[in-house]
């Protein structure tokens, strides 16, 4: 069979190249290209208030000369340890105009978390919020390591007046207490004292741009170096993709240039919502609005349904955590949600009660896509039409990507179409390594054909017309008396229960033989639900094999997630050993 059969097959999309023409250019020419075509144009959109393209574009050039004078220079690494707030965009393209590498930092670290990023990438300036944990968590953990100069970044001046003054007496406007003077700067000042005139510095599109660490859920963080190129591909890769139907969402055609309004409530400092947020806002000129915590409001969520009324988002891409909080939310109902109209959905499987649920009370089209921060991040997306949407799904391999299903054991033996085997890319979003780990780097890699593929660690098959299902992590698989239980198969069960929001599946050890496990399933249940343990064991029985159900179900309130939706089993199985005594 081709290698890209699947681009022959019937439910490609119509409107969607094999193969697309990049530019070889670096990633900041996005941001001064929308500042030259539509400067005065909204930007970043933050509690009501907006920067122009122009506004942040010259923002961008104070900082890269502010950087340049502190020392900074072309392969020097400065840190990113923000939340989504306006300031984002501007540090973010500064950094990269000097040649330097951008390292985004999860804001929600802790001191010796960040400690470690900051040393494995000899930073030598990090970027905070002004904050009474932000602040200080930065301070903690620059001890011993290159960080030179700290810059602290308040809100407040990107915000109207009336909301400054009045959440500054509300305490809604928080600040550190402290700052450790002779380290700190205050961003405010770069933006007053250093020329908005760019350095003149020549950028490899090659080089890398951006060190993104992946999420440590099987181990100790890797920094995943991501090209200028490799992220500029992935942007035009998904807008190439996207294409909607009048039938399904009331309106035709693909992205449109300076008309859409992008949420970001997914992490920027992420690979998802760097892409597919914040850079693609900034390559079509669109609106991009910032929100910190898209859980906060009460009842949660609500300060993220209004600002998606507000702004009249029409881009949302997000996770199913959010997508079912939100259909579920207990007002939904009293917010116009009728302009959102493209939802991607990624970093968890999407049941597809969630989806339907969330398209009936906005009337947009969620079609679930895959991806891996080592792939910049999107390597498959669904059809975007309800015609060849398939639930359960990741999609195809989107242009220019080929995907192979190779066995398990090596990484050598390409499968069958519809056998299970481990899923391996190509293409010109994936990465060129981790960041100073060669081995590590030559361990994810194999070679077919002459071309480089990365193995995502990730088990699953294609079909006969390339669409691609996830089984589960390859590391994750549940051993059951010899037999592979996947825990994503047996959530997506579990999600069909009327009752269940959400559900995590786990292999718990068995006292016996620790190399045999048995299923553990951790619920949590619809706002109004009760139910007992029992009742999802008895459920089960016609639904799985003896092998896969549950044998032990926990109701719980809450289940841990990552920063972008993840659940963390991993959190699950180390609580459930510790109770057990393991």
Known sequence: MDELYWQESEVWPENAARTIDYPEEPLFDMLDRSARQSGDLPYTVFMGKSQTFKEVKEHSDRVANFLVSKGIKEGDSVAIFLPNVPHFPAIFFGILKTGAIVVTCNPMYKAGELNYQLNDTESKIVFVLDHPTFTPTAYEAIKGTDVHTVIVCSVKPFLSKVTAVIGGLLGKVPKSPFYEEEKTLFYEDILVEYEPKPPKVNINPRDTAVLIYTGGTTGTPKGAELSHYNLTTNVLQIAEWVYLKEEDVGREGGVRYGDEVYVGAIPWYHSYGLTLS?????????????????????????????????????????????????????????????????????????????????????????????????????????????????????????????????????????????????????????????????????????????????????????????????????????????????????????????????????????????????????????????????????????????????????????????????????????????????
């Open 278 to 582: 914040m850079l693609s806002a900034t390559w079509f000129a669109g609106q991009l609005v910032a929100i910190p915590d898209p859980r906060a409001g009460k009842p949660p969520l609500s300060d993220l349904l209004g600002e998606l009324e507000k702004t009249k988002c029409t881009v949302f891409n997000c996770v199913p955590a959010l997508y079912a909080g939100i259909a579920n939310h207990p007002n939904v109902g009293k917010y116009d949600l009728s302009e959102i109209s493209i939802c991607g959905s990624g970093a968890a499987p999407l049941p597809p009660e969630v989806a339907k649920a969330f398209e009936a009370v906005t009337g947009a089209i969620l079609f679930e896509g895959y991806g891996l921060t080592e792939t910049s991040p999107v390597t498959h997306i669904n059809p975007t039409n309800k015609q060849y949407r398939k639930f359960g799904s990741i999609g195809l391999p989107i242009s220019d990507t080929i995907c192979k299903i190779v066995d398990i054991d090596t990484g050598t033996k390409e499968m069958p179409v519809g056998e299970v085997g481990e899923i391996a890319i190509h293409g010109p979003q994936v990465f060129s390594g981790y960041w100073r780990k060669p081995e590590e780097t030559e361990n994810v890699m194999r070679e077919f054909g002459g071309k480089r593929f990365f193995l995502t660690g990730d088990v699953g098959h294609m079909d006969e017309h390339g669409y691609t299902f996830i089984s589960d992590r390859k590391k994750q698989m549940i051993n059951v008396g010899g037999m592979k239980a996947y825990p994503r198969e047996i959530e997506d069960i579990l999600f069909t229960h009327p009752k269940v929001e959400m559900a995590a599946a786990v292999g718990i050890p068995r006292d016996e033989d620790p190399s045999n496990e048995f299923v553990k399933a951790y619920i949590k249940l619809k706002d109004g639900e009760s139910a007992a343990p029992e009742e999802f064991i008895e459920w089960a029985r016609d639904k799985m094999a003896g092998y896969k159900r549950p044998k032990e179900v926990k109701i719980v309130e809450s289940l841990p997630l990552s920063s972008v939706g993840k659940v963390l089993r991993r959190v699950l199985l180390e609580e459930e050993l510790k109770e057990r005594g393991k």
